[in-house]
């Protein structure tokens, strides 16, 4: 098993641009979520989703949208990057509410 | 809301000895505290689970306790080595039924020979 798979693993975007991270995980669980992670701010909650066909909001969702295509995969999407949007970016996934998450390696975004 | 602190932003130890990590947390009583393992690079590596009527549990040379009444967990390696050099995250329930975590910011361990 792969566990949870993220692409790219590194991306450079100007201001203004767009771009669609993605996630996969091959462990059939039901929940899926995506954080970001500053120095010094620790890994916060952009969006999650308990199930398929289900996403919400969580702490910091503002300049993100989120899309759970199937149970396998939870895409995260900036229309307009910004600056401050430098960040690593983290899937994870988990299989009841209680259980562990498993994160995947990271996607290192540096917006110009 | 709910805040959760990790006491120390780097702990330095001497190979053998014990790593204690302290994790405090206001305004909440959480169901369970989860602490993980990350190391340069990666994505967080989850180690253990404790539950609010639990106060310790153990896996090989780890334990983590969890003092409801204190509103802290700590969390001990024993016999602690350099391969243990790593920042240490706890995260607890958000209270919602989702299973999000709330994670502190980290406490970087360096364990030197």
């Known amino acids: 098993n792969a566990g949870v798979t993220q692409t790219p693993k590194f991306q450079v975007l100007k201001t203004g641009q767009s771009m669609t991270l993605q996630c996969a995980q091959d462990?059939?669980?039901?929940?899926m979520y995506w954080y970001r992670q500053d120095p010094g701010m620790g890994l916060r909650l952009i969006y999650y989703?308990?199930?398929?066909?289900?996403?919400d909001k969580g702490e910091v969702p503002n300049g993100y949208n989120v899309s759970r295509l199937n149970k396998r995969e939870f895409s995260l999407r900036l229309e307009s990057a910004a600056p401050s949007q430098t960040s690593v970016y983290f899937c994870?996934?988990?299989?009841?509410?209680?259980?562990?998450?498993?994160f995947g390696p990271g996607t290192r975004l540096t917006v110009l | 809301s709910q805040k959760i602190e990790q006491n120390s932003e780097a702990l330095n130890i001497q190979e053998g000895k014990t790593a204690t990590l302290t994790c405090n947390y206001t305004?909440?009583?959480?169901?369970?505290l989860q602490w993980y393992r990350q190391d340069p690079g990666r994505g967080p590596v989850f180690l253990l689970l404790?539950?609010?009527?639990?106060k310790e549990k153990r896996k090989e040379r780890l334990k983590v306790t969890f003092d409801t009444t204190l509103k802290q967990s700590l969390f001990h390696i024993t016999a602690s080595q350099p391969a243990d050099s790593a920042t240490y995250l706890c995260?607890?329930?958000?209270?919602?039924?989702?299973?999000?975590?709330?994670f502190g910011k980290g406490t970087k361990l360096s364990v030197k020979p």
């Open positions: 994870a996934s988990s299989d009841t509410d209680i259980n562990e998450q498993f």
């Open positions: 462990m059939n669980h039901n929940s």
């Open positions: 989703s308990a199930s398929e066909g289900t996403t």
């Open positions: 305004n909440y009583s959480p169901a369970y």
């Open positions: 404790i539950r609010e009527n639990e």
């Open positions: 995260a607890l329930d958000s209270g919602g039924s989702q299973g999000n975590l709330i």
